[in-house]
């Protein structure tokens, strides 16, 4: 979401849940200085949804919001450019200025810059860079309210990365009840399923790494990292790990243990939205929103976390699960693991990873050379990881910090010691580290690259 439509936001999530929302949208359309059309399209994209203006407004944006169904355009340019944008010293607008995969060209005839679907990995960073606002991301909070009106099961799956975003003193028993004021069921931390995964992948890199040749890439949790792999770097791809990020992961268990669950991700990241829905991973997450589009949900509903007593739950994820927030933490995550399970191998085991995308192209371009003195690869396409996402609310490095703090205290230390991980592992039908072999338990954890 732009930034600077983030009162208009607010007044729409307010209209939604007092029950006048057709009032006010028609006094917004009346009374908003843009065009009809430009105005609608402003507010379909805030809506999470994608209609076009005509008389029968109301009806149709109400009508999209309640029958919600998956598509896939989530950045969109809402019309052509209206003036001459300044451009830097290399010639370049704004907006082609802030995209790391030159997906933003320039059409001379229309003078007017667009989006090439074709390389766009939906990283979103162009969205805050267009001053005019005219770069919009889809925001899917009004049909994931549209949910908790319905009386659904609706449950909130924050990323790790969450940790110190709303204050140092909002807590995790804090955030939890402030989900439940918005109308959510529960929330849960992804943290947790990010564990399952560092188990998989300890037992990945066994089965991978055999000889001083061999190269293990993990799927870690940022879709620019495996975009990056899947469109560029096509040759590496025999060594990405097969695993699904903790995300998906997350939902997946969440409806394996309740098939009518509704899960809505909230992390620092656009690009998460697009990878809910990927053709073969949208069968998980059914919504994501970002820090700040929760930022503003907060706002609007006079819900301060601050003064809230907090719902307490019981520790359920441990230390390196909550490392995943940022860059370095899976592989300390894996390696800690790897040392339990499978020792020998540890001797091994050789980690090298990249925070930002620049950093991740000269990794992967090592890796490429095979001039890389490492057998365990992770990347992770914002600087500092999760925590300096383009949707993070504080600076990066407090995001660290508050991320680190939070991980070292987890009582849990590696995720093999965790007997809620066993017991959920059980009600999956996976009891044992054997059983991360079989391809039909695991399944839920796996995709095909």
Known sequence: MNNKYNDLFEELIKAYYDDNFDETLSRIMVCHEKSP??????????????????????????????EYTIHHRLIQKIKDCSHSCPQDENGKFSCQASCPFDAILYNKN??????????????????????????????YFLPVANLIKNNETVIA???????????????????????????????????????????????????????????????CCCPIWIGMLRKVYKQLVP?????????????RIIKKLNKDAKVVFIGPCIAKKAEAKDKDLNDAVDFVLTFQELYEIFKALNINLENLKGVPSIEYASRGGRLYARS????????????????????????AKASGIPECKELLEKALAGSIDA????????????????????????????????????????????KIIDNVLEKLDINSIDDFHNNEKIDIFERKF
């Open 37 to 66: 059309q430009e105005t609608l399209a402003i507010i379909s994209s805030l809506c999470g949804v994608n209609i076009k203006f005509d008389n029968n407004y109301v009806y149709n944006l109400k009508k999209a919001i309640t």
């Open 328 to 351: 370095g933490g899976v592989s300390i995550a894996v390696s800690e693991t790897i040392e339990e399970l499978f020792p020998d191998k540890y001797k091994h085991f050789k980690s």
């Open 110 to 139: 229309e003078k007017s810059t667009y989006i090439d679907s074709e390389r766009c990995l939906n990283c979103g960073l162009c969205v805050d860079s267009c001053k005019d606002g005219l770069i919009l991301d889809n925001v």
């Open 239 to 251: 060594d990405l790990s097969p695993s699904v990020s903790p995300m998906v992961a997350a939902a």
């Open 375 to 418: 057998n365990f690869l992770e990347g992770m396409g914002c600087v500092g990881g999760c925590v300096g996402g383009p949707k993070a609310i504080i600076p990066t490095i407090e995001g660290k910090i508050a991320a680190d703090d939070f991980a070292y205290a987890s009582p849990i230390k590696v995720p093999v010691h965790s």
């Open 157 to 219: 799956a924050v990323a790790p990365a969450i940790s110190g975003q709303f204050g140092t003193n909002v807590t995790m028993d804090k955030l939890r009840e402030a989900f439940m004021k918005i109308g959510f069921t529960d929330m849960i931390e992804v943290a947790f399923a990010a564990d399952v995964l560092t188990i998989k992948e300890s037992v990945e890199f066994d089965k991978h790494v055999n000889g001083p040749k061999d190269l293990m890439i993990t799927s």
